[in-house]
């Protein structure tokens, strides 16, 4: 191998790990609106896992991009159509639910204690 031709292959992989990280958490933080209960979680996040490590050891660049693809296509197929989003995140029932009020608006925090001049 070549300089390039190795520095080329190592970002390529390193993109790979990248790619696999963001899926891997991804489809565990999705595993969470299917499993309604901890203890189904918990097995259905060792399930995800094991997919994941049976792979672990593949070398062929090709062949992890393929896998990658195939991976990303399930977690499409698989995502949840109304995931749980936290209510005060944007998207949430509280999100912005009392808006800041408007700037010519002034607020007095020592109301009855004002200087009298």
């Not at 109304?82 to 944007?90: L, M, Q, R, S, T």
Request: hydrophobic share 35%; with cysteine.
């Amino acid at each position: 191998m070549s300089g390039v031709s190795t520095a080329a292959y190592f970002a390529r992989r390193a993109a790979q790990k990248e790619r696999v990280r963001i899926l891997y958490r991804r489809a565990l933080k999705d595993t969470l609106n299917w499993a309604v209960h901890r203890h189904i979680f918990y097995r259905d996040a060792c399930d995800l896992r094991e997919k994941f490590n049976a792979n672990q050891d593949v070398e062929d660049v090709d062949r992890i991009d393929k896998l990658i693809a195939h991976g990303e296509a399930e977690y499409d197929k698989w995502r949840h159509p109304d995931p749980y989003i936290v209510p005060w995140a944007p998207g949430g029932s509280k999100f912005c639910r009392n808006p800041t009020p408007p700037a010519e608006i002034e607020i007095l925090y020592n109301y009855g204690h004002e200087d009298n001049p």
